[in-house]
């Protein structure tokens, strides 16, 4: 059975970086996308992204573009998360999880950014 | 600013139906497959329906999807306590903006 879990909290300054990071466990980790997915304080799912660790390909929203990356070690089945620049507005909980549909979410990482 | 439209909330009695539209455009619902999150309260969200109408394995039969054009529907029949969460359609879109939209969520709530 296929399991992602996340990293801790983090508590982070404006402009400073956070990297989150996911491990797969219980499956092949490089024939599935991990797509990231936040979701702030009250509010509902936003869509960051996705990449393919088999070819370390990812596709952005524009949303985030230039300021996230995403990366992914295939030998220890685990993606990254990386956002820059960070302000008030990126506290929330982020998810990973496994193939465009979804199937298998991590537990969710809290980033707390204030100053 | 969600390109999906849902109703913020639908309630029902335990054991009644409630049914959840969300509602596109062409350029994403329309032309792709819909697919339904459960999140319960605290939790990480949960796949309940991909592919229009599709349930993953665990997923009981009284969760069923459909599409019809630019919308689409999740029904929970059966209503339990247990099914107080907030639900969210998702699907893919061909605007520039993302690649996957999700819909602006729909808190269930067992009277």
């Known amino acids: 059975q296929v399991q992602l879990v996340q990293s801790g909290a983090e508590v982070k300054k404006p402009g400073s970086s956070v990297k989150v990071s996911c491990k797969a466990s219980g499956g092949t980790f490089n024939t599935f996308t991990i797509t990231w997915v936040r979701q702030a304080p009250g509010q509902g799912l936003g869509w960051m992204g996705r990449i393919i660790p088999a070819l370390g390909i990812a596709n952005y929203a524009q949303k985030f573009q230039g300021r996230v990356t995403f990366t992914a070690d295939i030998s220890t089945s685990t993606a990254y998360m990386e956002l820059n620049s960070l302000r008030s507005e990126d506290t929330a909980v982020y998810y990973c999880?496994?193939?465009?549909?979804?199937?298998?979410w991590g537990q969710g990482t809290t980033v707390t950014v204030f100053s | 600013q969600s390109v999906l439209t849902q109703p913020p909330s639908v309630s029902a009695a335990p054991g009644q139906k409630v049914t959840i539209s969300c509602s596109g455009s062409s350029s994403n619902i329309g032309n792709n497959y819909v697919s339904w999150y459960q999140q319960l309260p605290g939790t990480a969200p949960k796949l309940l329906i991909y592919?229009?109408?599709k349930r993953p394995s665990g997923i009981p039969d009284r969760f069923s999807g459909s599409r019809s054009g630019t919308s689409a529907t999740l029904g929970i029949t059966g209503l339990q306590t247990g099914d107080e969460a907030d639900y969210y359609c998702g699907t893919w879109d061909s605007s520039l903006s993302a690649l996957y939209v999700f819909g602006t969520g729909t808190k269930v709530t067992v009277l």
């Open positions: 592919e229009n109408n």
């Open positions: 999880a496994r193939a465009d549909d979804m199937e298998v």
